[in-house]
């Protein structure tokens, strides 16, 4: 299968624990985005990374959550001191990036990794 | 306000009918637009993509109009495996703005 990967599909935490979560793009794909998406909500932006850089954090992004891409392929998202607040389906999707001057670029999702914080 | 409004719907329609949605967006610098289906508990899938006034694809057929910053999707002889959320995407400057999902209900 050669699409985008999410590990692990589903994650049951106590209140208070850190989780990590990891995502592997498409191998060509130069960008990563994570998401999180809660019931009857669309996905809300996180962050996303171009190769390894991550060039942008949504306000939603508080200083619990951090997220890697060391080498420019696999992803990691962690939370720290979960909250209950923090239950949801956390999305990652990848895209090779636009065509210069196009402004056009096309994501593809992973399975997402549903986290329940008890 | 959000960047991306849909109507949450449901859209409890007969299988064979033709429906239509419709989805806002309020940053006219938007460059490109897209929907997505997504099942209950499954990661949402491309659709189709919407680049300039609009785009067919069989029986799926989306619109775009810059001037009133609306995008539509119009499915003609619904299937019941039609029956999904459809979700609308604005990208502006690298982001993918999500609408919260219009739910369609095809039934026998």
């Known amino acids: 299968d050669t699409g985008v990967s999410q590990d692990p599909r589903h994650k049951i935490t106590k209140r208070g624990q850190n989780v990590t979560f990891r995502c592997d793009p498409i191998?060509?794909?130069?960008?990563l985005y994570w998401y999180r998406q809660t019931l009857g909500q669309g996905p809300e932006f996180l962050t996303y990374?171009?190769?390894?850089?991550?060039?942008?954090k949504s306000r939603l992004l508080s200083d619990r959550f951090s997220a890697e891409r060391p080498k420019g392929s696999f992803s990691t998202l962690e939370i720290q001191r979960t909250e209950q607040g923090d239950s949801a389906m956390y999305l990652c999707a990848s895209s090779l990036g636009p065509p210069l001057g196009s402004g056009t670029d096309t994501q593809y999702f992973g399975p997402g990794t549903r986290l329940t914080v008890l | 306000r959000k960047e991306v409004e849909q109507d949450p719907g449901p859209f409890n329609v007969p299988e064979g009918a033709t429906v239509a949605f419709n989805c806002t967006y309020s940053?006219?610098?938007?460059?490109?637009f897209f929907w997505y289906r997504q099942d209950c508990r499954k990661e949402p899938k491309l659709l189709m993509s919407?680049?300039?006034s609009g785009n067919e694809d069989g029986r799926f057929t989306a619109q775009l109009n810059r001037a009133s910053q609306y995008i539509s999707l119009l499915i003609r002889d619904s299937k019941l495996s039609d029956s999904a959320t459809y979700l609308c995407?604005?990208?502006?400057?690298?982001?993918?703005?999500f609408g919260s999902g219009t739910k369609l209900n095809v039934k026998p």
């Open positions: 940053n006219s610098a938007s460059q490109s």
């Open positions: 919407v680049y300039s």
């Open positions: 995407v604005a990208l502006n400057f690298n982001k993918f703005y």
């Open positions: 990374f171009q190769n390894e850089a991550q060039l942008e």
């Open positions: 191998s060509e794909h130069n960008r």
